[in-house]
């Protein structure tokens, strides 16, 4: 195997690209959504936390995007105030400042698995497969850091108790009742982590034949 090819692999024979087009064009199609879906992401909401007081027996919302946060977030904030928990915008400043770029870093390396035809595409693959997680587990920790560490000043100090809100589903604090939802943007990234999986596999049937033919052969 030439020197070349043991990071991108071997280059498919013209002949055979022709005789067998379909087996190499499925995983480079799969990769190619996968890397669309989850840059589509970044336009769509990821998560979503429906706040009910009663004073707001309607609800307060807050939508969070991968680079900022939307909805009723003063009247949230003030809200938090009493109880002594900091403003959300405190929140992942750093996470929502580069997570763009970062999001269109790991779509490139998704299109990068494209041109490698080598288990090295694997690598390139992986901070992909695991941004959904990553995303969680970053949202689990603000949520924590903000709900164990209530201002002792606060008017309602000796009402609320350290708490973690909700990453899905229902919770309960104080006289306030929440409502987590996760949103079509992590739905998305979500998919678009299932999809690689899927090219992986298709780019392994394609591409392994010619690996060990050309191991083979050195």
């Known amino acids: 195997m030439k020197e070349n090819e043991l990071f991108l692999g071997p280059r498919v024979p013209k002949e055979l690209w022709e005789k067998e087009k379909k087996r190499f064009m499925i995983p480079t199609l799969i990769m190619l959504a996968a890397a669309i879906v989850l840059f589509i992401s970044i336009f769509l909401p990821y998560w979503k936390i429906t706040l009910f007081a009663p004073q707001y027996p309607g609800g307060l919302e807050a939508s969070m995007y991968v680079n900022r946060l939307t909805g009723d977030i003063s009247e949230i904030d003030s809200l938090n105030h009493y109880i002594g928990m900091k403003p959300l915008g405190e929140a ?40 959904p997680v990553f995303f969680l587990a970053d949202l689990y920790f603000w949520m924590k850091t903000f709900g164990t560490n209530l201002d002792q000043n606060a008017p309602l100090k000796n009402a609320v108790q350290p708490f973690v809100p909700p990453l899905l589903g229902e919770g309960k604090i104080a006289q306030f009742a929440t409502v987590a939802t996760w949103e079509v943007g992590l739905y998305m990234s979500m998919v678009a982590s299932v999809l690689i999986i899927i090219g992986l596999y298709f780019h392994r049937r394609a591409y392994k034949p010619l690996i060990v033919s050309s191991a083979g052969s050195a």
């Open 92 to 131: 992942a400043v750093l996470e929502r400042t580069l997570s763009v770029f970062i999001i269109i870093g790991l779509a490139l390396l998704i299109i990068g698995t494209v041109f490698v035809h080598s288990p090295f595409a694997l690598f390139l693959a992986i901070p992909a497969i695991g941004y």
